[in-house]
């Protein structure tokens, strides 16, 4: 009797439940229904926002820079970020321009790149700080060469903070043990020994199948003579 009592009571509050949602929704039918059409709206500008303005972009900007890559691959620097003033208007301009799209974004690196292998860091630092890539190795490789920038400049405390958040970044056999070693060598220059160790430590215990782990006992050698001269 009680569980029959129990069914007829929860049937009871599921009912006025139902009831009381069929009131509210005829009550506010005009408010829902303006509401339901202003998140059609909303979601009807972002896809056309998406397909319309910003995939199109985007493709210009592929065919943009298209051009430049060539160019970095053939070392042509002042080429790669000014432009040939025919069919390539350079990396910076492309950056500017495209910024906000993912090839945009991606031209900033490149003219970080231009900037620093024509010998101006600082204004290379720029630029890549403003890279915002998700792809870890290219954002990896592009921390790391922050770190080298600041090395030019003589900011090597700095620097070493870049090599190691790069080969964390990294975490692979290839990008993470150049980077530790970078920073190993980094640190030796500011006597700092045991952290040039413990760099190059790294790189033997945890990437020992990479090209670096080859000869890095020397370096470990080194470093521990030198710290136990300190």
């Given at each position: 009797?009680?569980?029959?009592?129990?069914?007829?009571?929860?049937?009871?509050?599921?009912?006025?439940?139902?009831?009381?949602?069929?009131?509210?929704?005829?009550?506010?039918?005009?408010?829902?229904?303006?509401?339901?059409?202003?998140v059609a709206?909303?979601?009807?500008?972002?896809?056309?926002y998406h397909y319309g303005y910003a995939?199109?972009?985007?493709?210009?900007?592929?065919v943009a820079i298209f051009k430049g890559e060539q160019f970095l691959?053939?070392?042509s620097f002042a080429l790669a970020l000014n432009g040939n003033g025919l069919d390539f208007e350079g990396f910076e301009a492309i950056a500017d321009q495209y910024g906000g799209t993912e090839t945009g974004?991606?031209?900033?690196?490149?003219?970080g790149i231009c900037y620093y292998k024509l010998g101006d860091p600082q204004t290379a630092i720029k630029w890549l700080k403003s890279y915002k890539g998700v792809d870890l190795q290219t954002a990896s490789t592009v921390t790391g060469l922050i770190g080298d920038c600041y090395v030019s400049i003589?900011?090597?405390?700095?620097?070493?903070?870049?090599?190691?958040?790069?080969?964390?970044?990294?975490d692979n056999d290839l990008l993470s043990p150049i980077f530790l070693k970078k920073a190993g060598i980094a640190y030796e220059s500011m006597n700092q020994y045991k952290e040039a160790i413990k760099a190059y430590t790294t790189i033997k215990e945890k990437y020992n199948r990479s090209v670096e782990a080859m000869d890095i006992d020397k370096y470990i050698t080194r470093a521990e003579i030198k710290s136990e001269q300190q």
């Amino acid at each position: 009797m009680a569980k029959k009592k129990q069914e007829k009571e929860n049937e009871l509050e599921v009912g006025v439940i139902l009831s009381r949602s069929e009131q509210f929704i005829e009550k506010n039918k005009k408010l829902l229904t303006y509401g339901i059409l202003g998140v059609a709206t909303i979601v009807g500008l972002i896809i056309a926002y998406h397909y319309g303005y910003a995939m199109p972009r985007n493709e210009r900007a592929k065919v943009a820079i298209f051009k430049g890559e060539q160019f970095l691959e053939r070392d042509s620097f002042a080429l790669a970020l000014n432009g040939n003033g025919l069919d390539f208007e350079g990396f910076e301009a492309i950056a500017d321009q495209y910024g906000g799209t993912e090839t945009g974004n991606l031209a900033k690196a490149c003219t970080g790149i231009c900037y620093y292998k024509l010998g101006d860091p600082q204004t290379a630092i720029k630029w890549l700080k403003s890279y915002k890539g998700v792809d870890l190795q290219t954002a990896s490789t592009v921390t790391g060469l922050i770190g080298d920038c600041y090395v030019s400049i003589g900011n090597t405390k700095e620097a070493v903070g870049y090599f190691e958040k790069a080969a964390a970044k990294a975490d692979n056999d290839l990008l993470s043990p150049i980077f530790l070693k970078k920073a190993g060598i980094a640190y030796e220059s500011m006597n700092q020994y045991k952290e040039a160790i413990k760099a190059y430590t790294t790189i033997k215990e945890k990437y020992n199948r990479s090209v670096e782990a080859m000869d890095i006992d020397k370096y470990i050698t080194r470093a521990e003579i030198k710290s136990e001269q300190q």
